[in-house]
């Protein structure tokens, strides 16, 4: 299994001039510098929504765009998160997106991989992310109801 992002990327309907329309010029500038920065970790594709974490001034805020047609829906825990008018991380998601697919995991083509994969390693995947990521245990402890 590969370490790095996908390689393949599906579109997504989201252009340039929509993300620059929804936001003040000196925002739009503000973002782009954050698409190119190293501030974007953990960048992930889900189905029609992309996610990442951006080290900012004041900690680690999660963001997320969900792309429906032309409908964009945006969510940030930073503090100047707005649900009206999205905030340069949500931008600069969006033209990080747009400006380098190849660095965004797609978890479409990872589960695609995994439903081949003998459960072994699918156990030891497992164990590895615990390891790293403690949190989501209790996710896999979960029971699914009868």
């Known amino acids: 299994m590969a370490d790095g992002p996908s390689t393949y990327h599906r579109a997504?309907?989201?252009t340039t001039g929509q993300l620059e329309a929804l936001c003040p010029a000196s925002v739009f500038r503000q973002a782009a510098r954050y698409a190119k920065s190293a501030h974007m970790v953990d960048r992930l594709r889900i189905g029609e929504a992309l996610y990442a974490r951006f080290h900012g001034t004041r900690g680690i805020y999660s963001t997320r765009i969900a792309v429906a047609e032309r409908d964009l829906k945006f969510e940030c825990t930073c503090p100047l998160a707005n649900p009206r008018q999205p905030c340069k991380h949500a931008i600069?998601?969006?033209?990080?997106?747009?400006?380098?697919?190849g660095s965004f995991h797609d978890l479409d083509l990872t589960l695609a991989r995994l439903a081949h994969a003998r459960k072994a390693e699918i156990l030891t995947l497992l164990r590895q992310a615990a390891q790293q990521l403690p949190e989501i245990v209790p996710l896999l402890d979960r029971r699914r109801p009868s």
């Open 12 to 14: 997504l309907p989201l």
């Open 92 to 101: 600069a998601l969006g033209l990080g997106w747009l400006e380098s697919p």
